[in-house]
């Protein structure tokens, strides 16, 4: 079993839990984590999970009592452990202090001393180290570096988890940040989200099409996931940010998808088959700098509106039905 630590929107992270390992895999434990009950688990393809663990005790009780069962098995887990140990520990939901967690490392790092097992500690700023101490210090992606995650549930249980991994912020922020064309005036669809709604067709293989584009976020995301990739845009200069986007994800990662960009209005266009699944964030209205009057605003509500329904009449009658 393993337990995932949610994203910013909890929902959404259990949501494409759910659609990737199945509803009854999938049970919250707290209100920022759930338990996968799978044999496996590919933490890398997710989009709303900062953190996962394979579990490897559930008990119950509070600090003190969770702390002495860790203390007690990895200093006798560890004892013949060869090379450095580099441990985090990150609390969840427990009362005790940053200090208090600390604490634990500090007494089972001791421990190990005494055996000639040398550790060292990543120091807690928070009961929980941030994602990007959890990154940076590569914690759960080697033997020797490691996370525990300790998680407590509303009602008073505890789970020990070992991290097999935390969200590759540099890898997201470049895919964000680097990439050749963006343009915050259509929309800055951040690349988490995107990756959440490919998942959530339920897709395993085939095309995926978006058909409101933009700078071609979402289209890059489903590349990454190995998908073939279709993508359209009412204008000409989404179609070329995209496929210049595009291109240099393909030479970044290497990825020998296919990808197609092309110009259309997607109340009116006829897409090329194979359409295997739609994920798209669809037209918002225009952008205000303030807030704006009612009267405009029941206008744009009215404009999207119109364009939303028109591009479902039309992308409808040019799928199979069932077409996520």
């Not at 496996?40 to 999970?49: A, E, K, P, Q």
């Not at 584009?213 to 590349?223: D, F, M, P």
């Not at 279709?230 to 393909?250: P, Q």
Request: aromatic letters at 8%; charged letters at 20%; a positive charge.
């Amino acid at each position: 079993m393993y337990i995932a630590i949610l994203g910013r929107q909890p929902v959404f992270g259990v949501a494409e839990l759910e659609q990737l390992y199945g509803a009854d895999a999938v049970r919250w434990f707290s209100d920022t984590t759930a338990t996968v009950d799978s044999g496996s688990f590919d933490f890398n393809r997710l989009g709303g999970t900062q953190k996962a663990g394979r579990v490897v005790a559930e008990l119950s009780g509070d600090w003190h009592r969770v702390s002495m069962q860790i203390v007690k098995h990895y200093s006798l887990a560890w004892a013949d452990r060869q090379g450095k140990i580099t441990l985090g520990i990150s609390a969840y939901n427990f009362s005790a202090t940053a200090r208090e967690i600390q604490k634990t490392g500090i007494v089972l790092k001791s421990k190990l001393k005494q055996r000639g097992v040398s550790l060292r500690l990543i120091p807690n700023a928070e009961p929980a180290l941030n994602t990007a101490a959890s990154h940076h210090n590569k914690l759960g992606l080697s033997d020797n570096h490691v996370e525990l995650l300790v998680i407590r549930s509303s009602g008073g249980k505890a789970i020990i988890a070992e991290s097999i991994g935390a969200q590759n912020i540099t890898a997201i922020a470049a895919r964000d940040q680097a990439r050749p064309k963006a343009d915050s005036f259509v929309g800055m669809l951040p690349p988490k989200p995107a990756r959440i709604m490919v998942n959530l067709t339920g897709l395993n293989s085939g095309r995926i099409l978006d058909p409101f584009c933009g700078t071609g976020v979402l289209l890059q995301e489903a590349a990454l996931l190995g998908f073939d990739v279709y993508g359209s845009d009412l204008s000409e200069k989404m179609v070329s940010y995209s496929n210049e986007n595009l291109e240099w994800i393909r030479g970044r990662y290497g990825l020998g998808v296919s990808m197609n960009v092309q110009l259309g209005d997607a109340m009116e266009t006829a897409w090329k088959p194979p359409i295997d699944a739609i994920a798209t964030e669809t037209y918002l209205g225009q952008p205000f700098s303030a807030p704006p009057s009612p009267a405009k605003l029941t206008e744009v509500r009215g404009n999207c509106n119109h364009i939303i329904g028109r591009f479902l009449s039309n992308i409808g009658a040019q799928v199979a039905p069932g077409t996520p």
